[in-house]
Structure formats: structure tokens, C-alpha cells
């Protein structure tokens, strides 16, 4: 059992690092081209085998057009030259594209990625580690990424890095706050933090968000999905800010940073931190689909007429779960070119006053709802007018702070 | 493989311990802690202790440690100015490790013995015994299947049974510890409400003063 345990965790690793990294190649092809789209452009649609280089007198044009981009960026990325200028401080200015990677990574660990699969009769889970803490893991080996971020800022020893670095350090705090929140009324509900059992229970009784078989029928679980859409509303916008997307890009913005944190980077340590982001991009719409939209799960109650534990079941629901996870990253980008940018304070009013309130108050509305059956019709009334009253009262004091000027430093 | 896996952590924690003792720059010491943090934390894992290692993290690494860093970096803080021996700082530091090392050594000798019965290593067996707890009501009759906690399904599990210590975490912090949770909470709002305070009547004080 135990060399059967070690080999499948080793192939495991090698398989979704390479699945990840892979996801980030694609996500740069989609991004350009999906913005492309957005802005009536073409697009890199050529990609060509330069044979040019090698005395030939044409390039060769591969018949898929632009799909090989991201090797081509890949390649631009690596032979360029590795600037490093005089005035950093080398240790941290080397370290901190590293950390910005590895943290990303990592959190791919405890992502199931597709249904267990039955060798001698063990049930080996599609997850490199089937941790009974998931979601906390994910949360924090994702905050270490910070340092990567704000030692970026710092060790450049200039002026725009350190404003980045600095933004995105507090940007990063601030939202992890909601986060943490926001997912609370849905591990409320599930009674786990194993992502594969989470998973497992949706393929039985419906996706978070699509309650429509098993017990997803039941009036409880439609009235469950009114605080489940606050929690999705804030997780998703908070993953956005993790991830420093667009409409809360702010510690590298070009109209007021130059470049922000990554200013004085070049060649393949500027493609660290740009692997990092899109990394984590992908975690992110993983994580959001293991929780929110079924996983791996085919939904539709296909799943029971599956013999689970054959090798090709398995299969399928990774291309399923991958095809989901394709789904959250194309409405990633699609946000970042149809969205404007924040301005700071309005993003961290966003945070701080708007989002940390709400998902407050929608562990206690979660609470209630699924209280509901034990406390009675009387009591759930009853418990929705306070909520009510609070709310109120907690908009008109978050109201009359925002309305007070305020001196915003950074 | 367990036994490399706890040196390892092991001499990450102590290592950066000791760094961030030696260190001369501030932010160096800083991460150096967060270094000796994440051996703390995989140790905590290698001891089954899922929740508080992760939490360890998440909390320690993740937040305390960059306000820290965010601070230094904002205040600027040159390099420590090389240490005056003074014969009381050197008293002061030999008595306070002193004090801790006969504290370590208190524990080790009232701690368990190899495979003592009192506190058995975990494996099927006793996790299967400590199900069987779970698993009566309080007048000694099996809960029927419906009633059964996660704690007892996660403990007697057929095919891989775990230590659910969330779970059981949970259980002793709000059924058992519940009024002190309580009052710790409201410790911790007074406190945050008392920085706020404090730092409004700073900044008040300077408009005036400008």
C-alpha cells in the first residue's frame, strides 16, 4: 500500500503541476485573443516556425493559428536579458518571483480534480493530498504569496515597486478577510472542509448553485440558495482582488505605477510573477468550481449511472472539471476588459465596509435558514426581522463613515 | 519517512529561530520567523494536528507576520546598530532561557513513555475505540445511523479512518468552552476598539498642533 501511495502521489504531482502550468500557456492565448475579440482586433493569429534563422528563405506557417503564441511568448521570455540593476537588494530582489509561484502551486494540492479511481480495491482520490481541511489549506498557503509581492516592492528599492508592493500587500489583508468570511455559510451547509466529500455530496444533491436533483428539490435548499448567491457574489469578487485582476489590478497599474510591484523586473523573473497571477487565476476558478458549481460532477444525476472507479470515468470528469474551470477563466478575462479599474479607496470601502459587512450578515441569514427546520416557522420570522433591523442599522452607520472625508495616504 | 519529514520541519523551525536572533536587518529576522513559523506548523501536521498547523499559517505566517513586515518596511528601519554587552542584558538573557529549559525538562519527565497505555499511538484500533465513545448516548445505548456525528463516521470509517480534529476541536471549544470563547471575544473587540480610540486621539492631536 505504502509504494502504491507514494507512486500515485508522485505521478499525481507531476500530472496537475503540468495540467496547471499547461492552463497557464492556454490562459495567455485566450486573453489575447478573447481581447482581441472584445476590442474588434485580430489578435496573434500567425505563429510561425522561424526557419529563417536556420538559412531557409520562408518561415514555416503551422496550419492552427496562434495556438503555438504561447510558446513563442515563452521563448521571448527566456531569451531575453535578465537585467538586474545595480541598486536592489539582490537576496529578496532574487527570492521574490520565487515565492510569488510556489504558494500559487501549492494550493493545487488539495483540488479534487476528478471522481476517485478503484486500483485493488483502494479508492485513490484524483487530489494530490485528500487534506480534511481544504479550503483553510488553500487559504493559507495562498496568503504567503504576499511576501512574494511586497519583497518584490521593497527589494527594488524604487519609488512606484514600493507604492505596489505596499497597495497590494494591504489590497491582499483586506480581501482575505471576506473571503475567509463569505465561504463560512457554505461549509455551514456541506458540514465538511474535505473538498472531495464537498463534491461528492453535490453530485448526489445538486450543485451548490443548481440545486435540480436528489435532495436539491427540497424547499430547504431553494431557500438556502439566497444566502449561497451572497456568498458566491462575495467569493468571486474577493478571488478577483486576490489574484490583483482587473478591476483591482491596482498594485501594478500603469496610469499611476508605471508598472507597480514588478517595475524593475525583466525576462524570466518578470514571467515568474506573470506565471504567478494566472496560477493563481486557475486555482481560483477551481476552487470556485469545486465549491459553487459541482466540481468534477456531471451533474443531472449522470453521475449514478456511471460505474465510478473505472479508469475512464475518471478521465471524463477531469475533462469535465477542466471544462468548467475553462468556463470561470474565459469570465475572468471578460471582466478584465469590460470592467474599469477602482480607484483605492473605493476599493477599500469595497472591502472593508461593504463586502466584510455582507458576509457577515449572511452567516447569520445561512444560519437561520438552515435552522429553519428546528426552530420553527415562528422563530425563522422572528429571527429574519432582527437580522433586518440590524442590517439596517449597520447600513446607515457604514453610510454616515463613508460620508466623512477622509485622508487617503497611498 | 516520518522521522526525515520531523527533522526537516525540526531544524526549520529551530533554524529560523536561531536567524532570526542573528540577522542584523529587520526584515531578514521578519521572514527568518516566518520560516521558523512554517516548521511549526509542519510539525503540528506530523502530529496529526491538521487544523492548528494550517491555522498556525494562516494566522501567524499569513497575517501577524506581514503587518510586521508592512510596518518595517514603511517605518524604514535601518540596520540594528551593532550590541553593547552589558553584564545585565547577559544576565537577563541566560536566566529567561534557564527558566524555560527546567520547564522543558518538567514536561518531558511527566510526559508519556513510549507506547504508554494512557496515551496510545494512533492507529486503527484506537481510533476505532475512541469511535466507539462517540457512538453511545448517554445512557449507553448505539446511536442509530441517522444521529451519528461526523466526528464518529470520520473515526470509524471502513476503508481509511482519520482523526477528525476539526471536528473535535470544534466540539470542545463551543460545547465545552463556551463562555470562555465568549469572553475572549469581547477581550478582543475591547482591545480593537481601544486602538481605534487611541489612534484617533493621536491624530487629533497632531491636526491641532499643524
Not at chain 1, 525583466?266 to 504567478?276: D, I, R, W, Y
Not at chain 2, 496515551?119 to 449507553?140: H, M, R, V
Amino acid at each position: 500500500m505504502d509504494t502504491v501511495f507514494l507512486i500515485a502521489a508522485a505521478l499525481k504531482i507531476g500530472v496537475f503541476i503540468g495540467i496547471t502550468m499547461s492552463f497557464v500557456s492556454v490562459c495567455v492565448i485566450f486573453e489575447r485573443r478573447f481581447s482581441a475579440i472584445i476590442q474588434d482586433r485580430v489578435g496573434p493569429n500567425r505563429t510561425m516556425v522561424p526557419l529563417s534563422i536556420l538559412g531557409f528563405k520562408k518561415d514555416l506557417a503551422l496550419p492552427i493559428g496562434g495556438l503555438t503564441q504561447p510558446v513563442a511568448d515563452g521563448l521571448k521570455f527566456i531569451l531575453k536579458e535578465d537585467f538586474t540593476p545595480s541598486y536592489v537588494r539582490k537576496f529578496f530582489f532574487w527570492i521574490a518571483p520565487a515565492l510569488v509561484v510556489v504558494p500559487a502551486l501549492l494550493t493545487m494540492a488539495v483540488i479534487p480534480f476528478g471522481s476517485p479511481l478503484e486500483l485493488d480495491g483502494h479508492y485513490i482520490p484524483m487530489a494530490v493530498a485528500d487534506l480534511n481541511v481544504g479550503p483553510l489549506f488553500i487559504f493559507a498557503i495562498a496568503s504567503l504569496s504576499v511576501y512574494g509581492i511586497t519583497l518584490a516592492g521593497w527589494a527594488s528599492n524604487s519609488k512606484y515597486p514600493f507604492f505596489g508592493g505596499v497597495r497590494s500587500c494591504a489590497q491582499m489583508i483586506s480581501y482575505e478577510i471576506a473571503l475567509g468570511l463569505s465561504i463560512i455559510p457554505v461549509l455551514m451547509m456541506f458540514g465538511t472542509l474535505n473538498l472531495g466529500h464537498i463534491v461528492e455530496y453535490q453530485t448526489h444533491h445538486g450543485w451548490l448553485l443548481l440545486p435540480l436533483w436528489g435532495e436539491g428539490l427540497e424547499l430547504q435548499r431553494w431557500i438556502l440558495l439566497i444566502p449561497m448567491a451572497i456568498a458566491f457574489v462575495i467569493f468571486t469578487t474577493s478571488i478577483f482582488a486576490e489574484t490583483n485582476r482587473m478591476p483591482f489590478d491596482l498594485p501594478e497599474c500603469e496610469t499611476e505605477l508605471v508598472g507597480g510591484y514588478h517595475t524593475e523586473y525583466s525576462s524570466m523573473k518578470f514571467a515568474l510573477f506573470f506565471m504567478g497571477e494566472y496560477a493563481a487565476m486557475v486555482v481560483g476558478s477551481a476552487l470556485i468550481v469545486t465549491l459553487f458549481f459541482g466540481g468534477w460532477s456531471l451533474g443531472f444525476g449522470i453521475d449514478q449511472m456511471l460505474p465510478m472507479g473505472e479508469w475512464w470515468v475518471s478521465l471524463l470528469h477531469i475533462a469535465v472539471f477542466l471544462a468548467k474551470v475553462t468556463f470561470f477563466i474565459l469570465f475572468f478575462i471578460l471582466v478584465r476588459w469590460t470592467v474599469p479599474r477602482f480607484r483605492y479607496d473605493q476599493l477599500m470601502n469595497l472591502g472593508w465596509i461593504v463586502f466584510f459587512e455582507a458576509a457577515l450578515i449572511n452567516v447569520f441569514l445561512a444560519a437561520l435558514v438552515i435552522a429553519r427546520p428546528s426552530i420553527g416557522t415562528g422563530g425563522f420570522l422572528g429571527g429574519l426581522a432582527l437580522l433586518f433591523v440590524v442590517t439596517i442599522l449597520l447600513i446607515k452607520i457604514a453610510k454616515s463613515a463613508a460620508d466623512k472625508p477622509s485622508h487617503s495616504t497611498i | 519517512m516520518d522521522q526525515f519529514l520531523f527533522y526537516l520541519f525540526g531544524f526549520l523551525a529551530l533554524g529560523g529561530g536561531l536567524l532570526l536572533v542573528g540577522f542584523r536587518n529587520p526584515v531578514s529576522s521578519a521572514l527568518s520567523m516566518v520560516v521558523s513559523f512554517i516548521g511549526l506548523a509542519g510539525l503540528f501536521i506530523g502530529l496529526n494536528a491538521y487544523f492548528v498547523g494550517i491555522v498556525q499559517i494562516l494566522v501567524y505566517a499569513g497575517a501577524i507576520m506581514v503587518l510586521f513586515i508592512f510596518i518595517i518596511m514603511l517605518l524604514d528601519l535601518n540596520n540594528e546598530k551593532p550590541f553593547q554587552f552589558r553584564s545585565a542584558t547577559i544576565l537577563g538573557g541566560l536566566a529567561i532561557p534557564l527558566l524555560f529549559a527546567i520547564q522543558v525538562l518538567g514536561v518531558i519527565q511527566k510526559g508519556p513513555a513510549e507506547h504508554s497505555e494512557k496515551f496510545p499511538l494512533i492507529t486503527e484500533e484506537t481510533l476505532q475505540q475512541a469511535a466507539d465513545g462517540f457512538a453511545l448516548k448517554s445512557d449507553g445505548e448505539l446511536l442509530p445511523a441517522s444521529e451519528q456525528t461526523a466526528i464518529y463516521r470520520s473515526l470509524a470509517h471502513q476503508d481509511s479512518p482519520k482523526l477528525p480534529d476539526t471536528n473535535l476541536i470544534g466540539e470542545t471549544i463551543f460545547k465545552h468552552y463556551n463562555m470562555p470563547l465568549q469572553i475572549m471575544g469581547v477581550l478582543l473587540l475591547v482591545a480593537t476598539v481601544g486602538v481605534v480610540v487611541l489612534s484617533k486621539r493621536s491624530s487629533k492631536n497632531a491636526n491641532k498642533q499643524n
